[in-house]
């Protein structure tokens, strides 16, 4: 079985930009999270998707989105890009219904980095 | 406000030892709570998961128990090996709530 795929892998954008980020979840799992990792904060709960609707969303400014598809793969964007945007972007699939009961599935996340 | 605490500090032992890890939290009522291993440049992993009513869980060489009294849980690996160097990873999620995770505590076990 495939497991979660994040693409692109490295990602180098300039202030202001706009970026989007892909993850292909575990087939079968409808939930799908995104973390922002650094070394300063950690992982960060971004927002979760349950069937292509956000189910939960952490303390992040609106320029921070998300949606899923039909077939659960997820994207995520980020739009006027700032330096303290820069970090890994972690997504996680998972079969839970209800988010926490059920372990996480990491991909191996975008490292983004802002210039 | 909620809070998940790891030790911050690097945990040094020697190949052999058991290792004991951390994770206090406050002004939280998890009703789960997991362990994820992450090595450098990769995403965590999932290892342990126990729920509000569960003392204790094991798997293979890992321990993990869980005071809600205490508002604590540790995480043991016994028999250490230097494969076993990594950052640790607690997370919390309520009953409903989104999963919140620790800042993690980096492990290094001396051959």
């Known amino acids: 079985k495939a497991g979660v795929t994040q693409t692109p892998r490295y990602l180098i954008k300039t202030r202001g930009q706009q970026v989007t980020l892909s993850c292909s979840p575990i087939?079968?799992?409808?939930?799908v999270s995104w973390y922002q990792q650094t070394p300063g904060q950690g992982l960060q709960f971004l927002f979760e998707y349950f069937s292509e609707t956000q189910r939960n969303k952490g303390n992040f400014p609106g320029r921070f989105s998300g949606r899923q598809f039909s077939n659960s793969r997820s994207e995520m964007n980020v739009s006027t890009l700032e330096l303290g945007d820069s970090a890994l972007y972690l997504c996680?699939?998972?079969?839970?219904?209800?988010?926490?009961?059920?372990?996480?599935?990491f991909g191996s996340g975008t490292q983004l980095s802002v210039l | 406000s909620q809070k998940i605490e790891q030790n911050s500090e690097a945990l040094n032992i020697q190949e052999g030892k058991t290792a004991t890890l951390t994770c206090n939290y406050t002004n939280y009522s998890p009703a789960y709570l997991q362990w994820y291993r992450q090595d450098p440049g990769r995403g965590p992993v999932f290892l342990l998961l126990i729920r509000e009513n569960e003392k204790e869980k094991r798997k293979e060489r890992l321990k993990v128990t869980f005071d809600t009294t205490l508002k604590q849980s540790l995480f043991h690996i016994t028999a250490s090996q230097p494969a076993d160097s990594a950052t640790y990873l607690c997370a919390l999620a309520g009953n409903t709530g989104k999963l919140i995770f620790g800042q993690g505590t980096t492990l290094q076990v001396k051959p």
């Open positions: 087939s079968g799992h409808r939930s």
């Open positions: 996680a699939s998972s079969l839970a219904e209800v988010e926490g009961r059920e372990k996480l599935f």
